[in-house]
């Protein structure tokens, strides 16, 4: 099962609508967004352009929950806040957002990695693209979807032999 993975669009409309045609041209089955949509009109574009199961976490920039939520709801999007625990294709994959600086989100998501409690920890909040194996956990940040603070990139998970590729946008 291949999975969609984006986090940070800031609302880059134009952005959102690259990741969702690498999404569908990979043919994916799900898609993760890590946090930081901004708008409820954003959700709404990738709940409408989507016809795959959307799970989602609040980012630290995800002021209107409400309508975030309300977007959520009447699209079948789950969305919460972090970090969360959800099954697809028999993986557990822990969704967080970050932790503060970068370097504290980094160290706290390391640990749940190294915890091995999941098959893989996602993240967002730094907007830096990062794939990488702690104790056999993987352990993966899409990168900045927006492409406000660097190139954008979203990523594509293979559940079945865990291993995700960053895409540039």
Do not use: Q
């Amino acid at each position: 099962m291949l999975v969609g993975v984006l986090s940070d669009t800031h609302d880059s409309l134009e952005n959102i609508r690259r990741a969702l045609k690498v999404f569908s041209e990979a043919g994916v089955s799900a898609i993760i967004h890590l946090g930081d949509i901004i708008s409820p009109f954003a959700l709404k574009l990738i709940a409408e352009s989507s016809k795959t199961p959307v799970e989602a976490v609040f980012g630290n920039n995800d002021g209107e929950r409400i309508g975030l939520s309300k977007v959520a709801l009447a699209y079948n999007v789950n969305i919460g806040d972090p970090p969360r625990v959800v099954t697809i294709a028999g993986r557990r994959i822990l969704l967080a957002h970050g932790f503060g600086d970068p370097t504290l989100t980094y160290d706290v998501v390391r640990a749940l990695a190294e915890s091995r409690r999941w098959d893989a920890v996602l993240y967002g909040h730094t907007h830096e693209p990062r794939v990488e194996y702690v104790r056999g956990t993987l352990l993966l940040n899409p990168g900045d979807c927006s492409g406000y603070l660097n190139k954008p990139t979203v990523a594509l998970l293979d559940l079945k032999v865990m291993r995700a590729r960053l895409v540039e946008l």
